[in-house]
């Protein structure tokens, strides 16, 4: 199975300031076709993931474009830039370029 | 709008059985690909089971930790995914989430083994 690794396990963030986040995966995650099958969710307190990033970079619908997604074939960034109050929550990368998928262990967003 | 209903959590003991349902409405059922995640109370993310669609036979696939004792199952009439877990364990105590492919999560359901 491929393995995720994100960093770091929590991030304290003062409002309008940026976050980046860090995942790794032990496998490449570029595919034949060029897709880099890496996805980034946002779980809200008391609610179900969320897609914020889908193939590495692109944003989901709806999503504001302070959240960007970037990376090569094993490592990926997920940058928050202006972080507001609604982006308190647990950040996920995962991948699903074959089966099984698989996420990593998540970083906590907070407020300063 | 998509809507991915999850219903049939609670509490059970180990080695009895349980079976969820999703229920969904606003995509073309018949031709989705469906799964099954879990999420455990230390928040880890598990992918549990995937079903095809009828044009791949209805193919399944199941994480190592559930082969043998989960079944996923579909009822393309009725829009709905099923997943039967038998044998249960404490260890699959979780939160079991429906999804269609990667944008589309359920709310989530509640499942709790323990005696």
């Known amino acids: 199975d491929i393995v995720m690794t994100q960093a770091p396990l929590s991030v304290s963030v003062t409002p309008g300031e940026s976050a980046s986040i860090s995942c790794r995966s032990s496998?490449?995650?570029?595919?034949?076709?060029?897709?880099?099958?890496v996805y980034w969710y946002l779980q809200k307190p008391g609610k179900s993931p969320q897609l914020l990033i889908y193939r590495m970079s692109n944003l989901a619908s709806g999503v504001p474009d302070r959240f960007s997604g970037s990376g090569s074939e094993t490592d990926f960034t997920l940058k928050i830039s202006r972080v507001e109050a609604e982006d308190v929550g647990i950040y996920y990368c995962g991948q699903l370029l074959e089966n099984p998928w698989t996420f990593g262990g998540g970083t906590k967003l907070e407020l300063k | 709008e998509v809507q991915l209903v999850e219903t049939g959590g609670g509490l059970v003991q180990p080695g009895k059985s349980l079976k969820l349902t999703c229920a969904t409405s606003?995509?073309?059922?018949?031709?989705?690909?469906m799964d099954w995640v879990r999420q455990s109370p230390e928040k880890q993310l598990e992918w549990v089971a995937q079903i095809k669609d009828k044009s791949n036979n209805y193919a399944t696939y199941y994480a190592e930790s559930v082969k043998g004792r989960f079944t996923i199952s579909r009822d393309d009439s009725k829009s709905s995914v099923y997943l039967q877990m038998n044998s249960l364990k404490e260890e699959d105590t979780a939160i079991y989430y429906c999804?269609?492919?990667?944008?589309?999560w359920g709310q989530g359901v509640m499942v709790t083994v323990s005696s």
């Open positions: 606003g995509f073309t059922f018949s031709n989705a690909w």
């Open positions: 999804t269609w492919g990667y944008p589309y």
């Open positions: 496998k490449s995650l570029l595919h034949s076709n060029g897709i880099t099958y």
